[in-house]
């Protein structure tokens, strides 16, 4: 009959208890720093000994503490990670299709090369870290003189970040053209007819929103057209909607939005849809999102992704080869945006409702032509 383990109570099954090097010792009959020195294999110990204390630990199971032995080591493989970007607002980043991929991916790449990622509340401040035996720090979308940067940098941690932090010792940054990414966009969207380019964007110090607005205002002047800025005063699609809205019913109204904070893009179609306009016959659309629903949209919305998974993985590796190394020099990285074009920037697109139209045609004629049963 095989033995049930032992229970606490409501039924819930007691943990085993973890073998220590003090149990092999007594079993095997032998001292604990003989037995470390027999597993470690240091020491000088005849191969009886040796081959005794290891036998002992393989039958009761013995594993090292991991954690002790890298603290041992002088490191604990744990890299902080946090997002500057709305400290204090009362949304979560993770309920972001761009942070979620970015978190993820930094996790997956710091985990393949032997690091734990560690979460941080936003906005933390030293007092919350300060005794966690961090290697090293992430901080993703700082905010500008962002104190959780200032902290890490005055603890000599070594910080990866975007480029607000480029030259300080031992930082690493990894970012995104804004000046170029902006310009690809409203150069595709005035080539399809656009003369009132509005953008939405997040009311946020964050050195990329940042440049992506100057960046906007700089070709607007170049253009002779006058900027369209409507700001979005809190993180998620409701403020975010309400924005577009704003933006939408000025009394000279656009003839194109570029949607710069994160947003769901079939939501925004039907802002657009809710005012009376028609996408892309009366407003071209194109969304800063990695929301994978635009592409299943009707119409099908364009999309800027600002590569999370490609800013993750690199700026991971930057760091970690830092740490290997000991190396203080900061180093950077760009990573190339990828606009994706879609019917909702086209101006021969079909507007809203024609794709479910052609689809239901599809379906007709497919019915229509199949053979009788």
């Not at 208890?17 to 009959?29: I, N, T």
């Not at 700089?218 to 933006?247: D, H, I, K, M, Y």
């Not at 947003?263 to 929301?291: F, Q, T, Y």
């Not at 800027?304 to 760091?319: C, D, N």
């Amino acid at each position: 009959m095989t033995e049930t383990p032992p229970r606490r109570d409501h039924g819930v099954p007691a943990a085993v208890p973890r073998v220590r090097l003090v149990d092999v010792a007594r079993e095997a009959g032998l001292s604990k720093t003989t037995v470390s020195a027999a597993l470690n294999g240091t020491g000088r110990l005849s191969p009886a000994v040796r081959e005794r204390a290891r036998e002992v630990a393989r039958r009761l199971g013995y594993r090292p503490n991991p954690t002790a032995r890298l603290l041992r080591a002088g490191h604990a493989r744990l890299i902080g990670y946090a997002v500057g970007e709305y400290p204090t607002g009362p949304g979560s980043y993770m309920d972001s299709p761009y942070f979620t991929q970015l978190t993820s991916a930094i996790a997956t790449t710091a985990l393949r090369h032997g690091y734990a990622l560690v979460l941080l509340p936003t906005g933390s401040s030293p007092d919350e870290w300060a005794d966690l035996p961090l290697d090293a720090a992430i901080v993703a979308d700082p905010l500008a003189d962002d104190p959780l940067v200032e902290g890490f940098i005055a603890a000599r941690i070594p910080l990866s970040s975007d480029r607000s932090v480029e030259g300080r010792s031992g930082t690493h940054w990894v970012d995104v053209d804004a000046e170029a990414a902006v310009r690809e966009v409203l150069d595709h969207l005035r080539a399809q007819g656009a003369r009132r380019i509005a953008v939405v964007a997040p009311d946020t110090p964050t050195s990329f929103y940042t440049a992506a607005l100057d960046a906007y205002r700089r070709w607007c002047a170049e253009q002779g057209a006058t900027p369209l800025v409507t700001l979005s005063t809190r993180p998620g699609n409701g403020p975010a909607v309400e924005a577009v809205e704003r933006s939408l019913t000025t009394p000279d109204r656009p003839d194109a939005l570029f949607m710069l904070t994160e947003a769901n893009p079939p939501l925004v179609l039907d802002a657009a849809r809710r005012l009376g306009l028609s996408v892309p016959a009366d407003l071209l659309l194109v969304c800063a999102s990695e929301d994978t629903s635009a592409a299943h949209a009707d119409p099908p919305v364009t999309t800027l992704s600002l590569q999370p998974v490609s800013v993750a993985e690199k700026g991971v590796e930057l760091l970690v080869a830092a740490l290997e190394s000991g190396s203080l020099e900061p180093t950077g990285a760009l990573v190339r945006t990828r606009l994706e074009i879609r019917t909702s920037s086209e101006r021969g697109g079909e507007p809203a409702g024609g794709a479910a139209l052609r689809r239901r045609g599809r379906q007709e004629a497919e019915y229509t032509s199949a053979p009788p049963t």
